[in-house]
């Protein structure tokens, strides 16, 4: 996991709201448009993708539906619904646990790995359209 960028101590406190307020408005922007661009150009919503995005390279080639949920900061519930989504598209599949019955696996297919591939790009795209890359 990257290592968050280390800021320098804000001279008052209406520096540190102002940035707080200026990181809050380039999220929701990206978000917004990484939302709308993936939709309608691969018909994923922002979460969908993420959820492949975490699949994608997850050792064994599938990861427990806990540590996505922790990955995405998502619910249980909201996970379910993102997850029961994708399955109905065919992309990811859904295992129960061997070690621990009460856990759930979750995997990417290889058509979920192919709509991902497609994906990736304009999600980077996005991604640099809203976020200083140059630092």
């Given amino acids: ?14 520096e540190l709201v102002a940035r707080w307020r200026d990181l809050a408005a380039t999220y929701s922007s990206a978000r917004n448009a990484l939302d709308r661009e993936l939709e309608k150009q691969h018909g994923l919503g ?3 993708f993420e959820a492949l995005d975490r699949l994608v390279d997850a050792p064994g080639g599938h990861h427990r539906m806990l540590e996505v949920g922790e990955a995405m900061c998502l619910s249980q519930s909201a ?20 070690e621990d019955r009460r856990g759930v696996y979750v995997r990417l297919t290889a058509a979920g790995r192919e709509r991902h591939a497609a994906a990736r790009p304009t999600h980077l ?11």
């Fill in 125 to 135: 795209a996005v991604l640099a359209s809203h976020l200083d890359t140059t630092s």
């Fill in 1 to 14: 996991m990257a290592q968050p960028k280390v800021l320098q101590q804000p001279v008052n406190d209406a």
């Fill in 46 to 48: 922002l979460s969908e």
């Fill in 79 to 98: 996970l379910s619904r993102v997850v029961a989504r994708l399955e109905r598209e065919g992309l990811v599949c859904r295992d129960m646990c061997t």
